[in-house]
């Protein structure tokens, strides 16, 4: 009889430490798996100035978040100009048609009409408020149109809230951003604009 128990016992122990060494594993896999996916969101933004982390949002807006990658991650942004920057309000950049001063359609007139080659995206409205460093994709009067091109928050901008698709959020060096070189009052314009450096993947 205490045979039996003892054998039970050491059952029981032994199905116990594996209830725990299986437990250390989900928990390790979890952080792992956790820490890769917060690392695949996060962005460098290369600026004259330094650079820029941005933290992306891809439960908020799949479809954009996507498009930012793939562009960014494609060089499609390197040397992109901020065209349109407001102080107080935001800075515009991400044309990579004629807002890209290395290549050879640059028109620093005609930046901020034109897109990439893909298609237009469907509206990603969400309860994101546009705040200080939020990163928001511009598009015209057409909700369905964002395509490259967006822009960062200086400060709060409740108006384009569940307006347009926020994506986004600068993380760290948000007083980089606000070094970018400031337009027209009005109408945003910039006559000798900064530009991205590089923009990739962390």
């Known amino acids: 009889m205490i045979d039996l ?35 695949s969101n996060l962005m460098i933004l290369k600026l004259e100035y330094g650079n820029v982390e941005i933290e992306l949002y891809p439960d908020k807006a799949p479809n954009h978040v996507k498009r930012f990658k793939d562009l960014a991650d494609g060089g499609k942004y390197d040397g992109v100009v901020f ?17 890209n001063s ?18 237009n995206l469907k509206a990603e409205f969400s309860d994101i408020a546009h705040t200080r460093g939020i990163i928001s994709a511009a598009r015209s009067a057409d909700p369905d149109s964002a395509n490259s091109q967006f822009f960062i928050c200086f ?24 070094k970018i ?3 027209d009052p009005n109408s945003g314009a ?13």
């Open 83 to 99: 065209h349109r920057v407001i102080d107080g309000f935001m800075a515009q950049t991400g044309d990579v048609k004629f807002g």
């Open 102 to 119: 290395k290549n050879s359609n640059f028109n620093l007139s005609l930046a901020g009409t034109g897109g990439s080659d893909l298609p």
């Open 181 to 183: 070189k400031k337009g």
């Open 5 to 39: 128990l003892q054998n039970r016992l050491q059952k029981f122990l032994k199905m116990k430490f594996n209830f725990k060494k299986i437990y250390l594993f989900i928990l390790f896999f979890s952080l792992l798996t956790s820490n890769i996916y917060a690392q």
């Open 155 to 178: 400060d709060s901008a409740p108006h384009l809230d569940r307006q347009y698709s926020a994506f986004g959020k600068v993380i760290k060096g948000m007083e980089l951003i606000d």
């Open 190 to 202: 910039v006559t000798n604009p900064d530009k991205i450096i590089t923009l990739r993947s962390k």
